[in-house]
């Protein structure tokens, strides 16, 4: 049998992540055959991911990055089962370099088969669902592009979000951080009026109609009403159409316009956990 030395242990447990018993272990069943020893793990990974298949993952760690030329965005969340694994360090490491690697693809699967050291993502993923004991995933993976794309990552990495503005301005940085936190805060369901999906307004008039009803209105009054109510619902729940959080004077449009007059929000991405 193999001598296992403690460098080598060592070596495996910087490559996987995994506790230093679980490492020798490893080891010693491959006979000291490092690459072997990856393979022990991620095996095991796989016997644990099986088991841990139909548990709740809503906790982990949401991340957004920003390409270099700040022309495309990527929002990913690495979940978990609690929020004890979620705020572990090595935890949120992972999650900031799998974000990083992120920004080279454009739909999850192909970013789930992307090469992440020396094995594929979804392969990483089920390695560290052996190591951690919890099941790993990644959640959400949305990307965004724009002239100028900015990102807010809200303490405690529950909420990230990405801002698209139309033109790389002075100001730009700090208008689509200060619109990525306000969808962060304030959570709208759209863009503006045109993105908010027809079941929703359907469902909002109809709410609006009901209470109307309920307050003795004359059924001939309740269409003009409730459309008043309707346009209030665009104003509470659309991006460019709520208060600015910073200055309730003016909303997220008029804002962005007082950075540089012909600059627009042209999309965003949220994704929050737990």
């Keep these: 049998m193999a001598k296992i030395t403690a460098a080598e242990v060592n070596k495996l447990r910087k490559a996987?992540?995994?506790g230093m018993m679980d490492c020798k272990k490893a080891l010693v069943?491959?006979?000291?055959?490092f690459d072997k020893a990856i393979e022990i793990l991620r095996k095991k990974g796989q016997k644990v991911a099986a088991k841990r298949a139909d548990r709740d993952s809503?906790?982990?760690?949401?991340?957004?990055k920003v390409s270099s030329d700040s022309a495309k965005g990527?929002?990913?969340s690495l979940n978990c089962e609690t929020d004890f694994v979620a705020k572990n360090d090595s935890f949120v490491t992972l999650a900031n370099e799998l974000a990083d690697l992120a920004l080279g693809y454009d739909t999850k699967d192909a970013f789930m088969n992307a090469s992440f050291n020396g094995m594929t993502v979804a392969e990483k993923l089920t390695e560290q669902t052996g190591v951690i004991g919890e099941k790993i995933e990644i959640g959400s993976f949305e990307t965004l592009a724009a002239p100028f794309v900015g990102s807010y990552i809200h303490a405690g990495n529950k909420i990230a979000t990405l801002v698209g503005l139309s033109a790389?301005?002075?100001?730009?940085?700090?208008?689509?951080?200060?619109?990525?936190?306000?969808?962060?805060?304030?959570?709208?369901?759209a863009l503006n009026e045109e993105g908010v999906d027809q079941s929703v307004i359907?469902?909002?008039i109809e709410i609006a109609k009901d209470q109307l009803r309920q307050e003795g209105k004359p059924e001939a009054m309740l269409d003009n009403i409730a459309k008043g109510k309707l346009k209030r619902f665009f104003k509470d729940n659309t991006l460019v159409n709520q208060a600015f959080?910073?200055?309730s004077k003016q909303s997220v449009a008029d804002y962005v316009k007082s950075v540089d007059?012909?600059?627009?929000?042209?999309g965003f991405s949220r994704v929050a956990l737990g």
């Design 29 to 33: 069943e491959a006979d000291g055959d």
């Design 74 to 76: 990527v929002v990913i």
């Design 261 to 266: 007059a012909g600059l627009e929000v042209t």
């Design 202 to 204: 359907d469902k909002e």
């Design 58 to 64: 809503s906790e982990g760690a949401a991340i957004a």
């Design 245 to 247: 959080i910073k200055d």
């Design 168 to 189: 790389a301005v002075d100001g730009a940085a700090a208008a689509a951080k200060d619109v990525a936190m306000q969808a962060a805060a304030m959570n709208p369901v």
């Design 16 to 18: 996987t992540g995994a």
